[in-house]
């Protein structure tokens, strides 16, 4: 499966290519969606399976509509309202949300003998 992601800024764009193969692009809105900046993300993906993730704030959800309309094809990726958007979400959470998707064959598991990133470590 040839697949992209697009994703609001370079800081999602960071968060997701953390628990990502490289083989997967990851393209920005940069918050803007002008016709110039629609046509790039058009021309980049090509024939790819678009997934569109982006936050749950109003700018998120606005940038997911216009989106839709562009990619009518794409798949829907979400996370929860309680985080700080995609760059503020837990690994953990993208990588269950990335399974939902389909997408497990390019998930960059943690080594399990690792201390989880940060925040959710519960020794």
């Known amino acids: ?19 990502l193969s490289p083989e997967i692009p990851i393209y920005c809105t940069f918050g803007t969606l002008n016709t110039e900046r629609i046509e790039a993300l058009r021309r980049a993906v090509r024939d790819r399976q ?9 700018s998120g959800r606005r940038i997911r509509g216009v989106l839709s309309d562009v ?19 837990p690994e953990e959470y ?10 497990e064959a390019y998930i960059l598991y943690p080594d399990p003998s690792e201390p989880l990133s940060g925040k959710f470590r519960f020794d």
């Open 71 to 89: 990619f009518p094809d794409a798949e829907h990726i979400y996370t929860r309202r309680g985080y700080n958007g995609v760059e503020g979400t």
């Open 94 to 103: 993208l990588i269950q949300q990335l399974e939902k998707a389909g997408l």
């Open 50 to 58: 678009v997934y569109l993730f982006t936050d749950p704030d109003a």
């Open 1 to 19: 499966m040839d697949v992209a992601i697009i994703v609001e800024g370079k800081n999602d764009k960071s968060r997701l290519a953390r628990v």
